[in-house]
């Protein structure tokens, strides 16, 4: 049984970077803005993965992500440090989060182009079922103590350090995107490939066009180059 005192540390940000990757490869780049396209296979990993580290739901995570380039750092942006204040979206993420992905108009007005399939409808849509289990693996393959810490700091890390800076990946000079490494891991067996269309335009609410259109092409060609979010 794997219970040394450093494989808790370890097992924790590994299963945050995994989460944080899928998130940003998956959610952002392939859903949110169509950089990318996911092989069938990929995607289901994608969404098992996601499902078993934090629970997301591919539709509301879109659709709040997309309101928030609709609506940056304006009324009606569902997650804004400047609105809010840094620290407020920082620790409370979740709150602000949950508070628009709770808003059915919300999911319909800015993810029309993803309905539900029967996997959401059958195990997906199960969205606590999917870190609890997660969590059962943990315990059983790192032995109850360790896999409980390890859970614990995986969702620590997740929810109050990565998930709020995930859309900020890589955006200076210099700075390191592991998601692109990935999407070039994918790319070369054929999992991942880069969208040749232009990306999904969510139709502009509320006076909203001008700013999200910018956001979403500066979002788009940072994920084209693979540097940002
Ligand atoms: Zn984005």
Redesign the pocket.
């Known amino acids: 049984m794997l219970s040394s005192v450093w494989i808790v540390p370890l097992v924790a940000v590994a299963l945050a970077q995994i989460a944080v990757i899928a998130t940003s490869v998956y959610l ?2 392939a859903l ?2 169509r950089a990318l396209r996911v092989h069938p296979v990929a995607e289901l990993l994608f969404r098992a993965v996601l499902w078993l580290t934090t629970g997301l739901g591919r539709r509301e995570w879109v659709a709040v ?2 309101k ?2 609709t609506f940056t750092d304006r009324d009606g942006d569902p997650h804004s440090p400047r609105l809010f204040g840094f620290w407020h979206v920082q620790l409370f993420n979740v709150y602000y989060y949950m508070r628009a992905a709770q808003n059915r108009e919300t999911i319909e007005t800015f993810a029309p182009d993803l309905p539900e399939d029967w996997l959401d409808r059958t195990v997906f849509a199960w969205g606590w079922c999917g870190p609890a289990l997660g969590l059962v693996g943990l315990c059983v393959i790192l032995g109850v103590g360790a896999g409980l810490g390890a859970g614990l700091g995986h969702a620590l890390l997740y929810v109050f350090v990565l998930a709020p800076l995930i ?1 900020k990946f890589s955006v200076g000079r210099g700075e390191f995107d592991p998601s692109w490494l990935v999407i070039r891991a994918l790319a070369v067996v054929r999992l991942v490939a880069l969208a040749r269309v232009a990306a999904t335009r969510v139709p502009p609410q509320r006076g909203g066009a001008a700013q999200s259109d910018a ?2 092409e500066r ?1 788009e060609g940072r ?1 084209r180059a693979g540097s940002g ?1």
Do not use: E, L, V
């Open positions: 952002h780049r949110s803005h992500h997309r928030h380039h859309k956001a979403t979002d994920a979010g």
